[in-house]
């Protein structure tokens, strides 16, 4: 009753709801009461918060309850109160207030496997994090990630397309893969065939850096749960003991990488360019320049360069891969997006030779279709549904509408981004429609122009509107990373190949093609982010395109 009162004196809209959308044994649970979701059905909306109080429903749900109820609402539940909010004016601004609107802590700490991270803390620790890693995500990574994605897709097209009629349903895994390949090249200088080859385990470990760190990936949940020390005692399933055993070899790994770095900066060598190379310089340099009044002096502990390598992998694997994955599935079902990007793909083919041959600096920035459809992906299948904030100590106020309401301390704030993605009032009323040409427009100053395709501008849409990577300045460090990544494989798979879905007995392709949409749409949270909950559940086939080749 009490956080009740407190709701209505902030004065948006209230679902009531016996349960909390972040108590732990609610989200771990659910899933068995799965008729505790049919409850929405009541009348008088006495059911609604089950509809919104589940892991993904915002995925699920879109704008829906925003137009019902308004742009921000309230859930009231007995262990506080949570502001749900859509309205993007509200969304820029609470995200530009870092300060005021910061990171709930307890949800970020068990991420700190490793040690702490630019992504787990806050205040001048976070400053002083940021400071010391955003200059490692530079135009030289970008380079790096450009020139690994490029190799890795190449071997992934030509498996692809070995599959013949058959088609591949391995497009999830095999994006994992190279996403994986791409870190652990840009991260730490190693790099491995995209398919079988050699996969030599140095001297002194019992795994490869590569199969070390995708264990420790793909059980995040694990270690959130029960911590990593536990996975050392000899009493565990074989199956956590081999974990435990990928996260001594992986924390083995990078003591020794870091050894490395720090004897060839002792040396004054010059770096190779990975980002463990970066953090190591980036740190010490800043020791160096110690008398300065700079949080940013004090540097880097050997834990936190652990942790934030371990937050690089984590933060941009599955996000880039199931993006990745995503558009490829969606690219099958719509075929006329093939052909739009790849007469932007042979433009820059008949300039500079096939996409292996190209130097990132000429050509990323030309590829604004590409990367039109990885925009239109996140929008609609944005691998981060919501992004979690807190009041902290002290009542915050947020203006909509020219109103002023005030948020009481330890208000817990859910930013809602599938919502703001799909508002009819942003978007149109072909919102929910994955339509990647909506975001190029032709220039108005088309003339001269080489070639029509040089004359399209991107459209840049309104503050707070299009937050796949966060915003203001705790937006994600590593979006330009992903653009790279994502906008070199899709060069490379669509240059030479076009990809249509397998068809199961007596069915028509237009059958198939929904069948694709179909897939995509089934996705939901599995671990942190958003993934197709059957993704081998259709293949696709990769065949030459037949008139250009
Ligand atoms: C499509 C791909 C990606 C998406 C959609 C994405 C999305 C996001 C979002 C929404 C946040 C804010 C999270 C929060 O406030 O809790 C974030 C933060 C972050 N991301 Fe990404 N990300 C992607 C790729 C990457 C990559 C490739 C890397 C690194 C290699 C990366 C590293 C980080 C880090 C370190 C942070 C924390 C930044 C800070 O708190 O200052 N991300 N990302």
Not at 81 to 99: F, G, L, P, W
Not at 384 to 398: D, E, L, N, R
Not at 432 to 448: A, I, Q, V, Y
Not at 513 to 532: R, V
Request: charge should be neutral.
């Amino acid at each position: 009753i009490s956080n009740y009162n407190a709701a209505r004196k902030i004065g948006f809209p209230i679902v009531i709801s016996p349960v909390s959308p972040m108590n732990p044994f609610w989200i771990l649970t659910y899933r068995l009461f799965p008729k505790v979701l049919l409850l929405r059905y009541l009348p008088f909306g006495l059911g609604t918060w089950a509809r919104c109080t589940y892991m993904g429903w915002a995925f699920q749900d879109k704008h829906a309850l925003h137009d019902e109820l308004g742009h921000i609402f309230v859930i009231v539940t007995p262990s506080g109160n949570e502001v749900t909010m859509a309205d993007h004016q509200a969304v820029h601004m609470v995200m530009s207030r870092r300060k005021e609107f910061i990171k709930p802590a307890f949800m970020y700490e068990q991420l700190n496997i490793f040690g702490r991270n630019l992504n787990t803390v806050e205040g001048e620790d976070w400053q002083r994090q940021r400071k010391l890693t955003a200059p490692s995500f530079n135009e030289k990574t970008s380079s790096l990630v450009w020139n690994e994605a490029l190799r890795q897709a190449r071997d992934m097209a030509r498996l692809w397309s070995n599959q013949g009629a058959a088609g591949t349903k391995d497009t999830v895994a095999d994006t994992a893969t190279l996403a994986l390949h791409v870190l652990t090249s840009v991260g730490f200088g190693l790099t491995y065939p995209f398919q079988g080859g050699v996969r030599n385990i140095s001297p002194g470990h019992k795994m490869t850096y590569r199969d070390a760190l995708s264990l420790c990936l793909r059980n995040i949940i694990i270690f959130t749960i029960f911590g990593k020390k536990i996975l050392s005692s000899s009493f565990l399933p074989q199956k956590l003991r081999t974990l435990g055993v990928a996260t001594e070899e992986f924390q083995k790994y990078m003591e020794e990488m870091l050894a490395h770095e720090r004897q060839s900066a002792a040396n004054r060598e010059k770096g190779t360019g990975n980002l463990i190379g970066a953090l190591v310089r980036a740190s010490e340099e800043a020791q160096r320049s110690g008398g300065k009044v700079d949080v940013a002096h004090l540097g880097f502990s050997d834990e936190e360069i652990f942790g934030n390598i371990f937050a690089f992998n984590l933060a941009g694997h599955e996000t880039t891969a199931n993006t990745l994955a995503t558009a490829i599935v969606l690219m099958a079902a719509k075929p006329d997006y093939q052909k739009w990007i790849s007469e932007e793909i042979d433009e820059c083919s008949s300039a500079m030779g096939g996409p292996t041959e190209w130097a990132y600096e000429e050509v990323f920035h030309k590829l604004q279709r590409c990367l039109a459809v990885m925009y239109e992906t996140l929008r609609l299948y944005g691998s981060i549904v919501f992004i979690p904030k807190s009041t902290g100590f002290h009542a915050q106020s947020v203006t909509v509408d020219e109103k002023t309401h005030i948020l009481p301390a330890s208000t817990s704030v859910t930013i809602n981004v599938q919502a703001v993605h799909t508002d009819p009032k942003i978007w149109g009323p072909d919102a929910l429609e994955w339509k990647p040409n909506r975001w190029l427009e032709p220039s108005n100053s088309s003339h001269g122009q080489a070639s029509s395709l040089t004359a399209e501008t991107f459209i840049e849409p309104e503050a707070g509107s299009f937050i796949p990577w966060a915003d203001g300045p705790r937006a994600c460090v590593g979006k330009k990373f992903s653009q790279v990544e994502f906008v070199a494989v899709l060069a490379v798979l669509f240059q030479q190949y076009q990809v249509r879905p397998v068809l199961k007995g007596g069915e028509s392709e237009e059958d198939g093609k929904s069948a694709l949409i179909a897939m995509a749409n089934n996705s939901a949270i599995s671990a942190i982010t958003l993934q197709m909950q059957e993704p081998r559940s259709r293949a696709l086939r990769w065949e030459k395109w037949p008139s250009k080749h």
